[in-house]
């Protein structure tokens, strides 16, 4: 049984910054992770995405050079620190896992998180 629990949302000012967390347990960390997020009447989106090793990173547009993908392997354990934080980055921030490198689908993850919520406000 795989488990991965995010935390560190929470409500912050525009421009402020907030570290999101995501302990995965149950099985070999040799997974892809991602994080997607999903704001109310949207669609997920594809946020970052790190090879297992982490020699490879992707960011979505909206997010390159504000976000930042993380991992540490001895703790099972994905980060994604959020600067320069917009209204629009509001959403549910979800971590996923065992997706296809390179994958932006969520589909194509095998497993979810429950997710975060983080809230930026103006």
């Known amino acids: 049984q795989v488990q991965l629990v995010e935390s560190g949302g929470g409500l912050v000012q525009a421009g402020g910054s907030l570290s999101l967390s995501c302990a995965a347990s149950?099985?070999?960390?040799?997974?892809?992770m991602g994080w997607f997020r999903q704001a109310p009447g949207k669609e997920r989106e594809f946020v970052a995405q790190?090879?297992?090793?982490?020699?490879?990173?992707y960011y979505a547009d909206s997010v390159k050079g504000r976000f930042t993908i993380s991992r540490d392997n001895a703790k099972n354990t994905v980060y994604l620190q959020m600067n320069s934080l917009k209204p629009e980055d509001t959403a549910v921030f979800y971590c996923?896992?065992?997706?296809?490198?390179?994958?932006?689908?969520?589909?194509?993850?095998?497993?979810w998180g429950q997710g975060t919520q983080v809230t930026v406000s103006s």
């Open positions: 996923a896992a065992a997706g296809p490198a390179g994958s932006t689908k969520p589909n194509e993850y095998q497993y």
């Open positions: 790190m090879n297992w090793r982490g020699a490879s990173t």
């Open positions: 149950g099985r070999t960390f040799r997974w892809t």
